[in-house]
C-alpha cells in the first residue's frame, strides 16, 4: 500500500510539473552562453503568486523571467538591449517573442521614493535590486 501511495504522490508531482512552453525553451537555448556573462542589473516586481525578474547583463544581452511562489519557472524571454543616457532601455527580444509587461520596448528608469525603479508607459514598474550598470 505504502509502495502505491508513493508511486501515485510521484505521478502527480511529476504531471504537476509540466513542461516549458516552446517559445520559452527556446528562448532559454538562444540565450545558453549569455549565461556566462555578468550580471550588471537586477530587478524584480513581486504579484499575488510570485515573481517577475529582469537581468541585464554585462554583454548586453538580457533575461526576463517569472518565478511562481518562488520555485517554479514560467515563462522566459531573452535579447539584447541598449541603453541611453543612463535612463532609457531600448530591448530587443529573441524570435520578438515578448512579456505584456514590455509594451513598446522600453523602460526608464527613475525615483519612487526611496526606490530605484524601472517603469513603462502602464503603471507596472520594476524595483531595482542590484545596479553595476554604467
Same mark, same amino acid.
Request: overall charge positive.
Given at each position: #500500500?505504502?509502495?502505491?501511495?508513493?508511486?501515485?504522490?510521484?505521478?502527480? @508531482?511529476?504531471?504537476?510539473?509540466? @513542461? #516549458?512552453?516552446?517559445?520559452?525553451?527556446?528562448?532559454?537555448? *538562444?540565450?545558453?552562453?549569455?549565461?556566462?556573462?555578468? *550580471?550588471?542589473?537586477?530587478? @524584480?516586481?513581486?504579484?499575488? #503568486?510570485?515573481?517577475?525578474?529582469?537581468?541585464?547583463?554585462?554583454?548586453?544581452?538580457?533575461?526576463?523571467?517569472?518565478?511562481?511562489?518562488?520555485?517554479? *519557472?514560467?515563462?522566459?524571454?531573452?535579447?539584447?538591449?541598449?541603453?541611453?543616457?543612463?535612463?532609457?532601455?531600448?530591448?530587443?527580444?529573441?524570435?520578438?517573442?515578448?512579456?505584456?509587461?514590455?509594451?513598446?520596448? @522600453?523602460?526608464?528608469?527613475?525615483?519612487?521614493?526611496?526606490?530605484?525603479?524601472?517603469? *513603462?508607459?502602464?503603471?507596472?514598474?520594476?524595483?531595482?535590486?542590484?545596479?553595476?550598470?554604467?
Amino acid at each position: #500500500m505504502k509502495n502505491i501511495l508513493f508511486l501515485l504522490l510521484l505521478l502527480f @508531482t511529476f504531471l504537476s510539473c509540466g @513542461t #516549458m512552453e516552446k517559445n520559452d525553451r527556446i528562448a532559454r537555448r *538562444n540565450d545558453f552562453f549569455n549565461r556566462f556573462s555578468k *550580471n550588471e542589473l537586477k530587478a @524584480t516586481t513581486n504579484w499575488k #503568486m510570485g515573481d517577475d525578474i529582469l537581468i541585464l547583463r554585462k554583454n548586453k544581452t538580457f533575461r526576463y523571467y517569472s518565478k511562481v511562489i518562488g520555485l517554479v *519557472n514560467s515563462g522566459y524571454y531573452s535579447g539584447k538591449f541598449k541603453h541611453i543616457n543612463d535612463t532609457l532601455f531600448v530591448f530587443e527580444f529573441h524570435k520578438n517573442y515578448k512579456p505584456p509587461f514590455f509594451i513598446n520596448d @522600453t523602460l526608464i528608469l527613475s525615483q519612487k521614493e526611496e526606490l530605484k525603479i524601472l517603469k *513603462n508607459d502602464k503603471s507596472n514598474y520594476l524595483v531595482i535590486v542590484q545596479n553595476k550598470l554604467k
